[in-house]
């Protein structure tokens, strides 16, 4: 039922305490919403078509992020994806010296490999594939930047240990690794000692992991230390005997946040809609076979343009005061075999450049994220609230297969014109840490507005 514009305009004057939801006001005051905005049917609700261009962001730095990411799939939509790592370990703590008097059949050794994600065509899959370490045969620099589509570092052809036979436990796969332990002991028996990292990477230099191609997925493993899982790399366990007693001994090596690793993402595009890509530029959906993307990891983000949006602006008579603008994003009805990415973000540059996250001017803030904070107390202010994590993010909704981006206040300023820039640049919140896919047929952007004259 329509509702009259006196009417309306009787309740804004009443109750404004019922009447407005999930807005944020200039002065960065809250005030709360029609709960009923989305059924409204006024003569002050407008929606809005979109243009959209698939671009390619070529910058990810992958050094030292304490995450390997490992493995491969594809399809027709985007082509093939790869991932490939390679780290640094060290000893936890020196001298590293040879046990003089080992008792060989004493020794254990153990490679932990942890892992948190697998993303893949072949999820009932997931975590059963097969990886090999391979022997760096040129060091890492802990000073270098690297980056997802640097080379890879140089290794040995053929794998040094598999997880062919590994024991896995949950998320962890752990290793047999005598072999490497005994290899260890011997340079070091030879070198007397190891007293530091430099005298430890002249000998070891470290390992590229990747993965053995069993299955179509790609693995992501944690580096970092957490609570309830072993933070080493590689524990070596034995017994030495020392004035005729049995003693036992514990080495450990680290891979963390103190070691240099990297991962690098090729992306072959050959045969899909998406083969011409290039860096920096645009291609518009009637281009790619009416679809653009948003892919974590590769760099692949969905440039969002609304044309009709300044025509409308300046075509309003009155100031008007917008209640709720909500950018909605759907994705592919077909796509049901691979995951979008749980939360995206909204760069709002002109230029397809990587996102300048540090700049709060270019980025969408999810302002009903910012009024849940501002009401529970966790922030006094708007500017406040921006800050955290959580207010620069939109979350999937998996029941509805979109995200419902509230932007109110961000629209509020272009329709006041302290805002001249309507692109909207859609990337994953997490596109330095997965491999995640959004499929976007054209057309499945809109953005909608409900408002009213003032």
């Known amino acids: 039922m329509k509702l009259n514009k006196s009417i309306l305009w009787l309740v804004l004057v009443l109750a404004p305490a019922l009447f407005f939801a999930g807005c944020i006001k200039p002065n960065n005051e809250a005030f709360v919403a029609p709960p009923d905005l989305s059924e409204a049917n006024t003569l002050y609700v407008d929606s809005f078509t979109t243009n959209q261009e698939t671009y390619l962001i070529d910058s990810l730095n992958t050094t030292s992020r304490q995450i390997l990411l490992v493995g491969g799939y594809g399809d027709g939509i985007t082509g093939n994806v790869e991932c490939n790592s390679y780290f640094q370990f060290l000893p936890i703590s020196y001298p590293l010296t040879y046990p003089d008097s080992l008792i060989?059949?004493?020794?254990?050794?153990?490679?932990?490999?942890?892992?948190?994600?697998?993303?893949?065509?072949?999820?009932n899959m997931a975590g059963k594939d097969e990886f090999a370490l391979y022997k760096l045969t040129e060091n890492l620099s802990g000073d270098k930047s690297y980056y997802f589509?640097?080379?890879?570092?140089?290794?040995e052809s053929d794998a040094y240990l598999t997880t062919l036979s590994a024991v896995r436990e949950k998320r962890l796969i752990k290793l047999d690794a005598k072999k490497l332990a005994f290899e260890i002991f011997d340079t070091s028996n030879r070198s007397r000692s190891f007293s530091?990292?430099?005298?430890f990477l002249s000998?070891?230099?470290?390992?590229?992991l990747k993965s053995l191609g069993s299955n179509p997925q790609v693995t992501r493993f944690d580096l970092r230390d957490s609570s309830g899982f072993p933070p080493s790399f590689l524990v070596i366990n034995?017994?030495?005997?020392?004035?005729?007693?049995?003693?036992?001994?514990?080495?450990?090596?680290r891979t963390n946040g103190t070691t240099a690793q990297y991962y690098t993402i090729k992306q072959d595009y050959t045969g899909t809609p998406f083969q011409s890509i290039q860096p920096k530029k645009g291609l518009s959906a009637a281009e790619t076979n009416s679809r653009t993307v948003v892919q974590a990891g590769t760099g692949l983000s969905t440039k969002i343009l609304i044309p009709g949006l300044n025509s409308w602006r300046l075509s309003q008579t009155k100031q008007i005061k917008i209640f709720k603008a909500e950018l909605v994003i759907t994705q592919d009805p077909s796509e049901t075999s691979l995951f979008p990415p749980d939360f995206l973000r909204i760069n709002l540059q002109d230029k397809y450049f990587a996102p300048k996250e540090s700049d709060p001017s270019k980025t969408a803030f999810n302002d009903a994220r910012i009024f849940s904070l501002l009401q529970s107390g966790a922030y006094n202010s708007y500017a406040a609230a921006q800050k955290s994590i959580s207010s620069q993010v939109f979350d999937y909704n998996k029941t509805s297969r979109s995200y419902s981006c509230n932007m109110t206040r961000h629209i509020q300023g272009v329709v006041d014109g302290t805002i001249v820039n309507t692109d909207f640049n859609l990337y994953s919140a997490e596109w330095g840490n997965t491999v995640n896919r959004l499929i976007l047929p054209k057309g499945s952007v809109k953005l909608k507005i409900f408002y009213f004259p003032i």
């Open 149 to 155: 589509n640097s080379p890879a570092t140089s290794h």
């Open 203 to 208: 000998n070891w230099k470290g390992f590229a």
């Open 196 to 199: 530091n990292d430099q005298q």
């Open 104 to 123: 060989k059949d004493s020794l254990k050794a153990t490679i932990t490999l942890r892992y948190d994600y697998n993303y893949g065509n072949e999820t």
């Open 238 to 253: 034995y017994y030495n005997i020392q004035d005729g007693i049995p003693v036992r001994g514990e080495m450990k090596f």
